[in-house]
């Protein structure tokens, strides 16, 4: 139930009726942040956003799908990306370039993906959520790999390759978040240049 001070403050704050999914879900971040996954109602997101629950449900299904809308625009900006990458680039260095480059983001920009990838990382309502949006990108990997493969994308090497990116790119995730010392593109492409020479600590 919503607690009176939290739902009048967030109505004085909140937006007018004609929001959008972005909008929820800046909203729906900064209240997991202040008041923990658990703690925080679609109420209460709808009304900071300042619409109702029944808008809310007209753009996400549940308050967790709400914190996953950046990262599922990363996944068609992925298959865009592959659309338009030189046929004349290897098959590996492509991936490396294209998912690097879908992860650049401006200075004012990395706190947010900070926040929103710490929740995702230790809120477990947050992590039981992440396997169909991990699968999308990963199958955004694999169908590029069957192309230039021209193999079916359910198929062994297509299959794998998607696999093993999106689990090279989740440790580049998983260390920036760590150590916080660079960019996080630079974990992203010393991960996919490890991966595709075979982890051999002689190259890079």
Known sequence: MTTPHRDTDARRRGRPPATNARELELAALRLFSEHGFDDTTVEEIAAVAGVSRRTFFRYFDSKSAALWHQFDGEVQRLRTAFDAV????????????????????????????RTRMHLISTVPALQTSAGPHYDAWERAVSDFAARRLNQPPDTLYPLAIGR?????????????LTTADTDLTTYLDLSLHALANGFDTRTR
Not at 90 to 106: F, K, Q, S, T, W
Request: aromatic content about 8%.
């Open 86 to 113: 030189s046929p004349h680039t290897p098959l590996m260095d492509a991936i490396r370039e294209v998912v690097v480059g879908v992860n650049h983001y401006r200075a004012e920009d990395v706190p947010e993906l």
């Open 164 to 176: 093993t990116t999106l689990a090279a790119s989740r440790a580049a995730f998983d260390q920036w």
